[in-house]
Nanobody
Framework: ARLEESGGGSVQAGGSLRLSCSASGYFYSGCMGWFRQSPGKEREAVAFVNDLQSARYADVVEGRFTISRDKTGDIVFLQMDNLVPEDTAVYYC???????????????????WGQGTQVTVSS
């Protein structure tokens, strides 16, 4: 399986961006979602959704980001609104190999990874 992200870019604070991640190849994943990493910081969990459309968010993005997954289960979207400079990071799409009722937030639980897409928010 292969994951490919799109939709990153630059935006001013208060603006919006929408990230997409498409899976190709033989693929079934219980959970798909996003991590992000800023320079000098550890990779952190952002948002996840399972195959039953149950979503989970990091506290710092709750209420501003919305994650969704299409009916095929192969595409996941991250709608990011009211962006702040602290959201600046490389965003990575990830998917688990197993099914979960509650998506994990540890990156070690995710088997498949995209290459990452840059999101830059200016003040």
């Amino acid at each position: 399986a292969r994951l490919e992200e799109s939709g990153g870019g630059s935006v001013q604070a208060g603006g919006s961006l929408r990230l997409s991640c498409s899976a190709s190849g033989y693929f079934y994943s219980g959970c798909m979602g996003w991590f992000r990493q800023s320079p000098g910081k550890e990779r952190e969990a952002v948002a996840f959704v399972n195959d039953l459309q149950s979503a989970r968010y990091a506290d710092v993005v709750e209420g501003r980001f919305t994650i969704s997954r299409d009916k095929t289960g192969d595409i996941v979207f991250l709608q990011m609104d009211n962006l702040v400079p602290e959201d600046t990071a490389v965003y990575y799409c990830a998917a688990t190999k197993f099914v979960y009722s509650l998506c994990p937030t540890r990156d070690a639980d995710y088997t498949y990874w995209g290459q990452g897409t840059q999101v830059t928010v200016s003040s």
